[in-house]
Each structure stands twice: as structure tokens, then as C-alpha cells.
């Protein structure tokens, strides 16, 4: 069973720029969250997403958003790009929503605002 | 913030010896969790451990948890080089947002 796949790997973008990052969960897996890491804040959590819908957010602003397709795979978006959006970007994808057992990780984005 | 936080931030143990990483959180939970996370990659899960146990063993690993004390520990035994990695815990809370909290993790590197 194939993993978490997550696109693109890497990716340099500038400030004012947006960025959309794709993510495709393990297959029948439903639920979808997404985790930004970087090496001030460690890991926080973006957003959840199952069954299209999202069902929980963390508190990071409004130019941070997602969605989920009707496949579960599931993209996030963020405007207008700050230098302090550099980071490694997580999916992690498990079998059904608001239950946290355990999470299936992707290799990650990593995002470079310059 | 961080639910959690792990203890001692780095660890630089020699192969052999026994790796022992801790972890305190804030709130009440439904489970805790390992995770290892080698060199800036995706994170792995290792081990859940729910609020009604106070011990769990998977090869050689034994994590503990004290819920009196908000805390728990993982154990890595005979330690190997590949073990060398950031380990985390992760919390899932038992109220309010419902969503996986991570601690702030522990660096270990294995001499071999």
C-alpha cells in the first residue's frame, strides 16, 4: 500500500507570492490534517479535513486554507507569503476524524519564502 | 503553543546504552503518542499509549505514562545507530479542540 505522497518536495517562493501544496493520503484513509514545522515553534497544527469538510483549525491566520476533493486528497493554500511562512509543511492522513490514533506522515514540503 | 514539552532536548548517548526521553503536557488526554522523525523528514508513529494505561512495551521500546503527574517517558533500549532522530510526543486531548499536539521533541544522536 502505497504512502503518503506529498508535492512538490521543495519549493522557494517570495514574499507577496502564493503557494498551493498537494497532498494524497494513504488509499481509504479519509481524514486529512496538515502541520507546519519549523525550528522556532516546532510542530502546530494547520487544519483537518474529512469527507471535504473541514473539521477542526489551529490559530494561524486566514491567508493559511485548505480543501479536500471528493478523492480525500487534499491541497492547502497560503497568500500572500511572509518570510516566517518558511517552513516544513507535514499531511498526515488517518482512517477517520476526531479520533487520534495513529498518523501517517508524508516526507514533507519544504517551503522557502524569500 | 505547545501541549507538550520533552525533556531533555538533546541526548548523546554510545550504541548500547539506553536512551530515556520525557514528556510533560497540560491537559487532560485520550491518548499519547511517539512519533520519530529522522533529519527534517516525515514523522513515523512508534507507539500510542491511552490514559487508562500506565505502561506499554513494542520491540525495544517501554513508554510509561503517569496521568497523576501529566507526564510520560519513552525508553529506548540497546540503542543502534539508526536510531539517531528527533523524537516527539504527541498528545490528543480529551477536550476542547480536538487536535494532535506535539511536543517540542528530543534530539537523540547514537555514537556507534
Known amino acids: 500500500k502505497a504512502g503518503v505522497t506529498q508535492t512538490p518536495r521543495y519549493l522557494i517562493k517570495t514574499r507577496g507570492q502564493q503557494v498551493t501544496l498537494s497532498c494524497s493520503p494513504i488509499?481509504?484513509?479519509?481524514?486529512v490534517s496538515w502541520y507546519q514545522q519549523t525550528p522556532g515553534q516546532g510542530l502546530q497544527f494547520l487544519f483537518e479535513?474529512?469527507?471535504?469538510?473541514?473539521?477542526n483549525k489551529g490559530n494561524f491566520p486566514g491567508r493559511f486554507s485548505g480543501r479536500q476533493f471528493s478523492n480525500s486528497r487534499s491541497e492547502m493554500n497560503v497568500s500572500t507569503l511572509e518570510l516566517g511562512d518558511s517552513a516544513l509543511y507535514l499531511c498526515?492522513?488517518?482512517?477517520?476524524?476526531?479520533?487520534?490514533?495513529?498518523?501517517?506522515f508524508g516526507p514533507g514540503t519544504r517551503l522557502t519564502v524569500l | 503553543s505547545q501541549q507538550g514539552e520533552e525533556d531533555p532536548q538533546a541526548l548523546s548517548i554510545q550504541e548500547g546504552e539506553n536512551a530515556t526521553m520525557n514528556c510533560s503536557y497540560k491537559?487532560?488526554?485520550?491518548?499519547l503518542q511517539w512519533y520519530r522523525q529522522n533529519s527534517g523528514r516525515g514523522l513515523v508513529h512508534l507507539i500510542l499509549?491511552?490514559?487508562?494505561?500506565r505502561e506499554k512495551h513494542s520491540g525495544r521500546l517501554r513508554v510509561t505514562l503517569d496521568t497523576s503527574k501529566k507526564s510520560s517517558s519513552l525508553l529506548i533500549t540497546a540503542s543502534r545507530a539508526a536510531d539517531t532522530a528527533s523524537y516527539f510526543c504527541?498528545?490528543?486531548?480529551?477536550?476542547?479542540?480536538?487536535?494532535?499536539?506535539f511536543g517540542s521533541g528530543t534530539r537523540l544522536q547514537v555514537q556507534p
Open positions: 491537559t487532560s488526554i485520550n491518548n
Open positions: 488509499s481509504g484513509h479519509r481524514s
Open positions: 499509549i491511552r490514559s487508562n494505561e
Open positions: 504527541a498528545t490528543d486531548p480529551d477536550m476542547g479542540r480536538r487536535a494532535l499536539t
Open positions: 498526515a492522513s488517518s482512517l477517520a476524524v476526531g479520533i487520534y490514533n495513529e498518523q501517517f
Open positions: 479535513y474529512f469527507s471535504e469538510t473541514q473539521r
